[in-house]
């Protein structure tokens, strides 16, 4: 048999082995399990509300607040957890490397070797005839051992599959915390210019009521009123100084909170706050579609989706170890030494080469049920992902439903404490002019001084709270996560740093551990 021959012969068993990848896979294909929706949503009708389909890629803008804008910007280019997401996304990406790399042979042992031989004159050996011409020769050796099992029942395959849905899973992961991220950082923002309005509020306030204080003393003492009267407008005035350091503390802490968001130590952060310390207006009205709508946007959906799809995988993968193990194993070895009339130099000749290849099986039948009870672990696990699928598609219904009602009602609160405000501000002109004229005791006033204040906070609270309730519609909307289309998620810096530590090889490329919008073939070659 020729050089040329050798080769030939284990390069033909491993293509028809190959050719055999695709024969069967066992256990269950995953099917997109039915989801519980609603035709449309309670509050559908609604003036404020519309049914028809919208774009959230950018829904923040529609409250037309630059300094927003600018925070969603910034956190969405610094939020350190936004960074650790997408590092699991390269992460999965890797672990989808190391599934297809079981599809080709799982053992390639090459080993070479160079041995000088003596023997001892002394030893046993010299004691038969011709034991000297065993002295001080060289053995030299080169050969490649492989192990490869047939992928007959789809182990491997289902490993590939289950490891890419794992992949799509961890980009679905990061949409989702994009889509909290952005919700986050719009809720401290509004949260911080609430409190700003609250506080301008009490130090209105405080104004006011210095100035029933300074009335009230100064009738003390033209002894036209009792001492009474001045401890309750200094009562009203310290109640209402006593809540600033409260509403500042709250400011201070969604500031901390809102720099932790954007990658940063707590600081001032003026500098993102040039704007006016106005809350932010939702628009008048906003698109919301219909409750199907959800299975496809929301990226918490659709990772539940993933997650179950890859738990699929993972029963046909523990179904498989059920039955035998189809391999083929196989070395070749180059073999040459100077010992009598051999050389060194024929190492590589056709005569010093030998082959060795055949099949192989293997089957585990006394497993005393650990198999089997593996696939029912397996699949128990698949069972509570597709019940855990379905309750995520039930809350995130719940999500939207509840911050509709708590965005509508808050509009007719705001309404209703809009009138109050009003009347209270008229109410206390009215008990001021009439307690300095001496036509009323000053339980009026302070009675007065408490109302207004209390329907001017409230009324900013619930300012505050309508525009949180939007933030929570367009997150339980699944809004947001859009603005990563066409950008990598991963920053440079990132890539740079990883890149020196490892050979991270084209996976650092976007096109690559970004998975494509169709599902890849199980079969595919290796990440080298």
Known sequence: MTFRNYIIVPITLAAAFLSMQGCLKVGPDFVKPAAPVSSKWQEAGKKQLKDKPANYREWWK?????????????????????????????????????????????????????????????????????????????????????????????????????????????????????????????????????????????????????????IAEDRFKAGSTSERDVEQAKTVLYNTLATIPVFQQQLKQNENALCTLLGMPPRNISDLLRGPKTIPVPPPSIAVGIPADLLRRRPDIRGAELKAAAQSEQIGIAKADLYPAFSLTGSFDFLASNFGPAKLTQMFNANSASITAGPGIQWNILNYGQITNNVRAQDASFQALLLTYKNTVLTAQQEVENYLTGFLRSQENARSLARAASAAKRSLDLAFIQYSNGSTDFTTVLTAHQALLSAQDSLATALGNIALNLVGVYKALGGGWEIRRGKDILPPRIKEMMAKRTNWGALLSPAVYLPPPCKQPDIRKPDW
Request: glycine share 4%; net charge positive.
């Open 62 to 214: 529609s409250f037309g607040d630059p300094d927003l804008n600018r925070i969603i910007a910034r956190a969405y280019g610094d939020n350190l957890s936004l960074k650790i997401a997408a590092v699991n996304v390269l992460q999965a990406r890797a672990q989808l490397g190391t599934a297809v790399g079981k599809l080709y042979p799982q053992t390639q042992q090459a080993a070479a070797s160079m041995q000088f031989n003596r023997f001892s004159p002394y030893s046993t050996l010299s004691l038969f005839p011709g034991a000297n011409a065993l002295n001080n020769y060289w053995l030299d050796q080169a050969g490649l051992n492989v192990a490869w099992e047939l992928d007959f029942w789809g182990k491997y395959r289902r490993e590939v599959a289950s490891a890419d849905a794992t992949w799509r899973a961890s980009l679905a992961d990061y949409d989702n915390a994009l889509v909290s991220l952005t919700a986050d950082a719009a809720n401290y923002y509004i949260q911080i210019r609430t409190l700003q309005n609250r506080i301008e509020i009490a130090r209105e306030n405080l104004k006011t009521q210095k100035e029933s204080m300074r």
